[in-house]
């Protein structure tokens, strides 16, 4: 008969983490994990970090054999959106905390990150190197008016949409589609 005393004893020192793990389990299970780490960049979207292949959700940037025009000039806007996520990392480890559970069909995580405690997804849209991807949230579409009204990065000259220039280029993928009624 002992054992009740020695099974309420321990109830009572833990049930607040009993309570804390029943309250975590109801939120829908567990929480998605963040990557950390040194990063290398991929294209204006896409980066890999700790091995884990990271997609900047909610933005879409040029493919990296994109060209766009300014002044009548034709110039590789992927390239330099590519270049412009580069500068925004600046040597420093990112932070990503991924969006959705299931990895996207190409295998990257779609997720927000920051670097030296600023948002790459925000910045990369501020400095016009990105469109907001409406299809996946409306987060970004203040920032890219802003963008297009003060004509930065891609918004200086003329381009296509880069999930328009995918599908012309049959490079189509549908994580990057922009969303319904992205035209700039």
Known sequence: MPARPVIRA???RHAPLLTGLAFALSLGGPALAE???TPRIIDGRTLEVAGQRVTLFGIDAPDVEQVCQHGGRD???GKVARAA????VAGLDVSCTPEAEAPAPDGSIAATCTAGGSSLNENMVHTGWALAD???TDRYVAIEADAKKARRGLWKGDFQPPWKWREAHGTDD???DGGAGNVP
């Open 174 to 176: 549908p994580e990057h």
């Open 134 to 136: 409406r299809g996946a």
């Open 10 to 12: 321990c109830r009572r």
């Open 85 to 88: 996520l580069w500068d925004l």
């Open 75 to 77: 110039y590789q806007c």
């Open 35 to 37: 990557i950390a780490g």
